[in-house]
C-alpha cells in the first residue's frame, strides 16, 4: 500500500526538491537572476496556494 497523494510515485523520482524542480527554490536570488524582488517572484507562484482544490 502507498502512503501519501503520489500513491508511491516518489519511488521513481525521489529527488523531487533538487534545482529547477521546486518553483520556490530561486526566491531568494529572484532580484539577481530576473531584477525582480523576492515578494513580486513569490505572488504569482502562491496565490491560489489557499485553494482547497490544489490541497491534498
Excluded at 13 to 34: M, R, T
Amino acid at each position: 500500500m502507498a502512503a501519501g497523494p503520489f500513491k508511491g510515485l516518489t519511488a521513481f523520482s525521489h529527488n523531487v526538491h533538487s534545482q529547477n524542480s521546486d518553483s520556490l527554490s530561486q526566491s531568494e536570488i529572484s532580484k539577481a537572476l530576473f531584477e525582480i524582488d523576492n515578494e513580486v517572484y513569490l505572488g504569482p507562484i502562491l496565490q491560489n496556494s489557499a485553494d482547497p482544490n490544489f490541497r491534498y
